[in-house]
T-cell receptor
Framework: DTEVTQTPKHLVMGMTNKKSLKCEQH?????MYWYKQKAKKPPELMFV???????INESVPSRFSPECPNSSLLNLHLHALQPEDSALYLC??????????????FGPGTRLTVT | AQSVTQPDIHITVSEGASLELRCNYS??????LFWYVQSPGQGLQLLLK??????LVQGIKGFEAEFKRSQSSFNLRKPSVHWSDAAEYFC???????????FGTGTRLTVIP
């Protein structure tokens, strides 16, 4: 099974709302990622978790708060977002390590619209 | 530092024609290279990867890519394009020292009947 699932598929939220995005994988991967993708652009890395610990935070604003409750789950908590945060949010997973050679498996994404 | 360049923003080919998408990388050692495809509004699907060994790599959906160290290239090819191949294609390089990928800007493929 090489599937990464993400919920919800679509999310519309106001700037004062609090919501969460969820990601799950059952491939035994110990590295999980959040990416943000704007239209016609490549994915931009936000966070990397390795062995359930945050290993990379690409200077993401604090209104985005990641959480990795166990090796299969990854959450992204959203609070007080801005309209420019509207994007496709992608989750990915891979084997953990620092060789750079591990392919990442991506979920279908959550389309977020901030009104 | 690693970087990836995809010189073609948009390519249009006729169905049944051959395809080559270009990717150039900048890296000081043997790179880990990947090609991903993304259909509109979808996640990214891995087409193929190069780590070492044979420089011609076969992937899914009839795609192949050739690693050329002398040209710092990893071009994606397909001998006969199908309408369902219309999508965005991303080349990526593995970022050593961290478990991460660095993506090129992507090439959008349009297939005309």
């Amino acid at each position: 099974d090489t599937e990464v699932t993400q919920t919800p598929k679509h999310l519309v939220m106001g700037m004062t709302n609090k919501k969460s995005l969820k990601c799950e994988q059952h491939m035994g991967h110990r590295a999980m990622y959040w990416y943000k993708q704007k239209a016609k652009k490549p994915p931009e890395l936000m966070f990397v978790y390795s062995y359930e610990k945050l290993s990379i935070n690409e200077s993401v604003p604090s209104r985005f708060s990641p959480e990795c409750p166990n090796s299969s789950l990854l959450n992204l908590h959203l609070h007080a977002l801005q309209p420019e945060d509207s994007a496709l949010y992608l989750c990915a997973s891979s084997q953990a390590g620092t060789s750079g050679g591990y392919e990442q498996y991506f979920g279908p994404g959550t389309r977020l619209t901030v009104t | 530092a690693q970087s990836v360049t995809q010189p073609d923003i948009h390519i249009t080919v006729s169905e049944g024609a051959s395809l080559e998408l270009r990717c150039n990388y900048s890296y000081g050692a043997t790179p880990y290279l990947f090609w991903y495809v993304q259909s509109p509004g979808q996640g990214l699907q891995l087409l193929l990867k190069y780590f070492s060994g044979d420089t011609l790599v076969q992937g899914i959906k009839g795609f192949e890519a050739e690693f050329k160290r002398s040209q710092s290239s990893f071009n994606l090819r397909k001998p006969s394009v199908h309408w369902s191949d219309a999508a965005e294609y991303f080349c990526a390089v593995g970022r050593t020292g961290a478990n991460n990928l660095f993506f090129g800007t992507g090439t959008r493929l349009t297939v005309i009947p």
